[in-house]
């Protein structure tokens, strides 16, 4: 990512300043220097508080929702994930395009907080801030400096990125990215998991989704969950009970494979703020993967492509005799 | 597939087959009528088309321990809707792959083209799955491996 | 809400369900089910003391929701629901069980395990009948006018039914002249007439009538819509016309096999009844000495085992023809066995017999056998009732070949949504109850392309699909059932995936207005486009929309009833 915290500010200041958003949605620092929050801006005099560098993992997509009956026209930077998922969002008439301004941020990658303090053996507290120098990241420690790898410390979802580069936007901040070296078959990890016996797939996710508490961070950050009313709070009927068994958990992220399906662009933000680490990225991969090989669609591209399950083709395949 | 525990009694499955108002559940009146006679672990759930089953309800009905769940829609192209099998099709593919994904056998979902003249391939059909669901044993949803 | 009261109704339906299920228990099971305030057993519940016996339970349980245990819906749901608007209930608070195609019949060897499944499927329909809602239905205008397709004797008789009632028929023949087969044939078995003096009366009946608009020829290309409103394209000679209709009445037709058997097609001498009948109006048969005649040729068979009804009147008629024509010649009718029913029938072939027609009884295990070089010159037939194989000279063979359905009623059957059947004839919605219409309402069928049929038959039929395409017309107006989808605007979140999957775009985005959600972008079902299918519910995210009477909490029901969850 080329464009600095500076060049950002200044450009977020310039569109407050010709009176082209009222807000603006993006990065400052969190609770440490791994960490950024959202933050909601409310005109250039808060501008010192954004920021824009290789820890910005935050899908900010979501927070569009929320500016719904907010008056005037809110401002957000996008990455290429995050972009995608408003490319969703526009599909399906969740924003207002006219209402909202998009600054779109070409990205070449976000740090993974756990792979760059095990690579590197440091905590957190040593970490003053992170660069991007193209192929590698310059880690500024409190007692220097060092340089690592971006293959090795890069979340899982920037090592099989398609888009770096926004595509929706309406002003660009920062130089496109043309090559992204590390990405190579974006499906190896589904194709890991479609190749074990039956027995050891439901021994892994049984495994897995045991650990799940049923807290819904998965849901609630996810850019596309967007009902006000979700299927899993209604009462009648009862899709899931509120038993945090394994067969509960099971249907209540199976359902919600399919709900998104067609939808997840794989910004990786469920399984960010999953607080069990659960593998969630590995579930919903698959069905992008079917999407792709059934249907020739993915998600978050064209804001004309008609969701691959409201449609079909007569010649579509057919085992089902 | 190891079963951990010997089953004493024979296996009767528990089978719920959504069938579409035009086509399948007139099939399997028609099989009726005919007097084919079939295996008793069937149930059928009247809907209008099958496009009306939502994936949803074929996971919940497998959670909760139904050994198989068959959806029968008439044959594409002739869908008293003029689409419906169409989407159902499609959701099929997805909902097969990510049931066989987790570890359920991919038999226990089935989606077939049974017409209103069918009877005798409704009979085929109902014998056939129970078959097949009684060889791969009760639901093993949640169990602990 | 108040507290449902269900009550269940498990029919005997004689020993169609009460010999195999165990009836009294699972009216002892339905007792105990939640909300059944009342269940009993009805030994034909459709009959008249079954349905008074619903009536009184109603009333005298103060019942609110009415669970009938019994045959398929497809048949009988409309006369229950009837039976539950006159006794005050709302017709749609009723849920049907079949208890007997879906598993009396099927499960005949094993009375315990059905009446487990009976026990089953009632605890499914009850649980579904809990959550039953009070619907209205919506109605829709009639366009007065009907589509008769096929200009045949059937096709005709019910245009002018129609027309004479006055309604506006189009009438759409793919020939260019009207009167179907008939007109290729020499002579009417019984009335030995011309078929010319029956037919051109109706065809110009036709042609003069003031509301009978004939496209010919012509075939159809599209339809769409639904009853009281199909969107209709026709390709009239090369041309695109378009209309609308009310109803739409099929009556194309069949064709008589040309079949590979006895040297048909190889040698000039054999040909069909058909291809006789036209020689014979034409006067190009010569005289001949001895005709054989062979009937069931390529019917009543393995690849096609039904019989085709007028072929043996037919034959017997040509045959007391062929030897009026030359009283010295001979005259053999090798048979299987003989379709003349009635009191005329059986007194044609006695006639028949007596004019000097010999008829040689013959079995499918051992067919008749021809010989010739050039031409059949021998039959040999096993005669069954002489016990021994006789040859017998010919110079003439005539194969009474069925009729079987037009090449193109796949393709009709496609457009109009009207089935097809056991070898590709049309299939009515009944074969008992409904002889003339199709399962798709507003689509009616008669004569041959349903079934072999005589002339009689065909002008019947076509008066009485006529007759029943009438009743929507007449009534003016048609009403949807209550099955249709209906939007939440509280939990709709304008997502508009209900728009997309709707193949009658059913289903559009609009502002509510609504107090409250005034400006909210939500989904809206305009009543008279949809049609029930329930795509739409299925496809929501959130269950903003449902489809009454298959709603997520009524399927849900059904689930969990069957699973023993509650």
């Known amino acids: ?274 607080p069990m680490n659960i593998p969630l990225r590995r579930l919903n991969k698959k069905v992008e993967k079917d999407m792709l090989e059934l249907f020739n669609y993915t998600a978050g591209i064209d804001v004309e492509q008609q969701p691959p399950l409201t449609t079909y083709r007569v010649d579509d395949l057919d085992e089902f005799m | 597939m190891q079963k951990t525990k010997e089953i004493q009694t024979e296996f009767k499955p528990k089978i719920l087959a959504f069938c579409c108002n035009w086509c399948a559940y007139a099939g399997a009146d028609l099989a009726g009528v005919s007097r084919f006679q079939m295996p008793t672990d069937v149930r059928v759930i009247r809907v209008m088309c099958s496009g009306r089953v939502p994936p949803e309800l074929v996971i919940r009905a497998l959670a909760n321990g139904l050994d198989g769940v068959m959806v029968l829609g008439c044959h594409p192209g002739d869908c008293h809707y003029s689409e419906g099998n169409y989407l159902t099709r499609r959701r099929a593919h997805i909902l097969k792959r990510l049931l066989t994904y987790i570890g359920i056998e991919p038999e226990r979902f089935q989606l077939r083209w049974v017409s209103a003249s069918e009877g005798a391939k409704f009979s085929a059909v109902v014998k056939e799955v129970t078959d097949q669901i009684t060889a791969l044993g009760p639901n093993r949803w949640a169990e602990k491996r | 809400m108040a507290t449902p009261r269900i009550g269940a109704f498990i029919c005997h339906c004689g020993t169609n369900i009460g010999g195999i299920v165990n009836v009294p228990e699972v009216v002892e099971y339905a007792k105990g089910l939640p909300y059944v305030a009342h269940a009993e057993a009805n030994l034909y519940t459709c009959s008249e003391e079954g349905i008074s016996s619903i009536k009184r339970a109603i009333e005298q349980y103060d019942l609110n929701r009415v669970v009938v245990a019994s045959c398929t819906p497809r048949t009988h749901q409309p006369l229950f629901r009837s039976v539950c608007a006159d006794a005050g209930l709302n017709p749609y608070l009723f849920e049907f069980v079949n208890i007997r195609e879906h598993c009396s019949w099927i499960h005949r060897e094993h009375h315990q395990e059905a009446t487990e499944k009976a026990k089953d499927l009632v605890k499914m329909g009850v649980a579904k009948a809990r959550w039953l809602e009070a619907q209205q239905e919506f109605e829709s205008d009639i366009y007065p006018a009907g589509m008769v397709i096929g200009g045949g004797i059937a096709g005709m008789s019910a245009a002018l039914n129609l027309a004479n009632q006055g309604f506006e028929v189009h009438l759409v023949e793919k020939e260019p002249g009207l009167g179907g087969r008939l007109l290729r044939l020499n002579r009417i078995f019984t009335i030995d007439k011309d078929p010319r003096e029956l037919v051109e009366n109706i065809v110009k009946a036709v042609g003069n009538h003031p509301r009978i608009r004939v496209h010919m020829p012509a075939s159809v290309k599209a339809v769409s819509g639904y009853i009281g409103n199909f969107d209709v394209s026709v390709d009239e000679d090369g041309q695109e016309t378009s209309f609308k209709v009310g109803v739409i009445i099929v009556a194309t037709g069949a064709q008589v096999l040309k079949p590979e058997l006895y040297g048909y097609g190889e040698s000039a001498n054999v040909l069909t009844q058909l291809d006789l009948e036209e020689k014979l109006k034409d006067g190009e048969l010569g005289k001949f000495q001895n005709v054989v005649m062979i009937n069931c040729a390529g019917a009543r068979i393995p690849e096609r085992p039904y019989c085709s009804r007028v072929c043996c009147m037919t034959a017997i008629k040509n045959a007391a023809l062929m030897k009026e024509i030359n009283p010295e010649g001979k005259v053999y009718l090798l048979y299987r066995d003989l379709m003349t029913y009635g009191v005329e029938f059986e007194q044609y072939y006695r006639d028949a017999k007596e004019a000097g027609v010999r008829f040689i009884r013959y079995t499918l295990d051992a067919l008749p056998r021809v010989s010739g070089t050039e031409s059949v010159e021998a039959v040999k037939v096993y005669d069954e009732l002489m016990d021994m194989e006789i040859e017998l000279p010919c110079d003439l063979l005539v194969l009474a070949t069925p009729l079987i359905p037009n090449d193109d009623n796949e393709e009709l059957s496609r457009m109009l949504k009207a089935s097809t059947g056991d070898g590709g004839f049309f299939l009515e919605a009944h074969v008992k109850l409904r002889p003339v219409e199709f399962a798709m309402d507003g689509v009616y069928v008669a004569g041959t392309c349903r079934w072999p049929a005589d002339i009689r038959e065909s002008i019947a039929q076509g008066y009485a699909a006529a007759s029943e395409a009438m009743i929507p017309l007449r009534q003016g107006l048609v009403k949807v059932e209550a099955i249709t989808a209906v939007v939440d605007p509280r939990i709709c979140k304008g997502c508009g995936t209900c728009t997309l999957v709707c193949p009658f775009e059913a289903a559009g985005l609009k502002e509510c207005e609504i107090r409250g959600l005034e400006g909210k972008i939500v989904s809206e079902v305009n009543a008279a486009l949809c049609k029930g299918c329930g795509l739409c519910a299925a496809a929501c995210p959130n269950g903003a929309i449902q489809q009454r009477g298959f709603t997520d909490v009524e399927l849900m029901s059904m689930v969990n009833a069957m699973s023993g969850k509650r």
């Not at chain 1, 950002?8 to 791994?34: A, C, N, P």
């Not at chain 1, 929050?37 to 501008?47: H, M, N």
């Not at chain 1, 249907?251 to 933000?269: K, N, T």
């Open chain 1, 1 to 274: 990512m080329k464009a600095t915290s500076a060049e950002l500010q200044t450009r977020v200041k310039d569109l407050f300043e010709d009176g082209t958003i009222s807000h603006f949605i993006g990065y400052e620092t969190g609770s440490d220097s791994l960490r950024v929050a959202p933050c909601f801006l409310e005109g250039s005099q808060e501008i010192g508080r954004l920021v824009w560098n290789p820890v910005c993992a935050n899908n900010l997509a979501k927070y569009l929702l929320d500016f719904k009956n907010v008056p005037g026209r809110v401002g957000i930077m996008v990455k290429g994930c995050d972009s995608r998922s408003v490319v969703e969002l526009l599909k399906e008439n969740q924003i207002d395009r006219d209402r909202v301004f998009i600054v779109g941020v070409p990205c070449s990658g976000i740090v993974d907080r756990e792979k760059l303090l095990q690579v590197m053996g440091i905590s957190p507290t040593q970490v003053v801030a992170v660069q991007d120098e193209g192929d590698s990241f310059l880690v500024t420690l409190t007692d220097g400096e060092q340089r690592v790898d971006k293959e090795k410390v890069l979340r899982d979802e920037c090592l099989v990125c398609r888009y770096p580069n926004p595509p929706v936007y309406d002003v660009l901040t920062g130089e496109t990215v043309s090559r992204l070296p590390w990405v190579g078959d974006d499906y190896s990890m589904v194709k890991e998991q479609e190749a074990l016996s039956l027995e050891e797939k439901a021994t892994y996710w049984n495994r897995e989704l045991s650990q799940c508490i049923r807290c819904y961070a998965c849901r609630n950050i996810c850019p596309v969950c967007t009902c006000s009313e979700c299927i899993f709070d209604k009462k009648a009927p009862r899709w899931i009970s509120k038993a945090n068994d394994l067969s509960e958990n099971l249907v209540y992220h199976l359902i919600r494979a399919f709900h998104v399906a067609g939808r997840c662009v794989d910004c990786g933000e469920c399984e960010r703020a999953c």
